[in-house]
């Protein structure tokens, strides 16, 4: 119980083991408050604020490493030492001096108790801690198994009432299908009638398109032949237009050459025009000299 946590009168002259405080109150002033004392402590660790509530709240996880005297034996008594996270003890906590005479420890003995459902063996608080949550971790773990085994019957109820459904379903279409036969079988009655007919029919327009094949096959050899006198038609026509360009190109041709030689006649005419007046000059140029001699000279030339 509460009386096992720590000696009567070994925290009085401390400050509540909780807070992680290894300083004696003597070595404060005397009628000190708690505040100065709380002023004076040494917390666990940087930011570890046990006021207010943003701060620690009680039996929050505390690492073993940094926790108080005090926890320590809370935890040893609930089985927990040798886990690495224990109960962290709020401020102003205390063990009792009463020991085994203390109203909480047999509080927490009846708590566990009631929670297991009835009176337990004579044992320890740790022992007793430990069974009930074994049996805890048993009943938990049936709870998710018969959790799992109902929704699997669940899920088979379901599916067998859907496949109910559906054989319900099929019944009604199996009948549908019934009338959907007989109406069928009915139609084809007429069907196998409108067939024949259809047959009869066939194979009369079997005969007329034979016919009307060999005709067009004849027509096919016809435009054949009138292709193949159109192809000869184009290809004298096509002569025909090539001739008639090649003599195109001879009457250009010609008229082309009738010039040049017209203009070469005149060339000619100019060239022999001009010599002719060349000559006519060097003519006169001879003549003059012949009149200027003396009559004696001219005399017995002209014998």
Sequence with gaps: ????????????SLRPASAGCQRPLQQHAAGAGRCVALMCAEPRCPADVELGPLGAQPLDPVPAELAS?????????????????????PLGVESCPR??????SFLARAAVEHVAGGQLPDLG???????????????RAKSRRDTAALANLRDMHGAE???????????DRVDRLQIEN?????????????????????????????KLQAALDSMNQHVEELEK???????????ALLTREAEARGRVEDKRLLHLERAENTRIRHEA???????????????????????????????
């Design 1 to 12: 119980g509460a009386s096992q946590l720590a000696s009567p009168g070994s925290t009085r």
């Design 69 to 89: 005297p005090l926890e320590r034996q809370l935890a040893a008594a609930l089985g927990l030492d040798y886990h690495r996270m224990i109960p962290r003890l």
């Design 99 to 104: 020991g085994h005479k203390c109203f909480w």
């Design 125 to 139: 608080l740790p022992e007793l801690v430990a069974s009930v949550r074994e049996e805890l971790k048993d009943l």
């Design 161 to 171: 009432q859907k496949e109910l459904r559906d054989l319900r379903s099929l019944r």
């Design 182 to 210: 007989e109406e069928l079988a009915r139609a084809n009655n007429g069907l196998t009638t409108t067939v024949n007919r259809l047959t009869k029919d066939f194979g009369q327009q079997s005969d007329r398109s034979e």
């Design 229 to 239: 006198d159109m192809v000869g038609n184009e290809n004298r026509l096509d002569m």
């Design 273 to 303: 025009l001009e010599v002719a007046i060349l000559m006519a000059s060097k003519r006169k140029k001879k003549k003059k000299p012949t009149r200027r001699s003396s009559p004696n000279k001219t005399t017995g030339t002209a014998r």
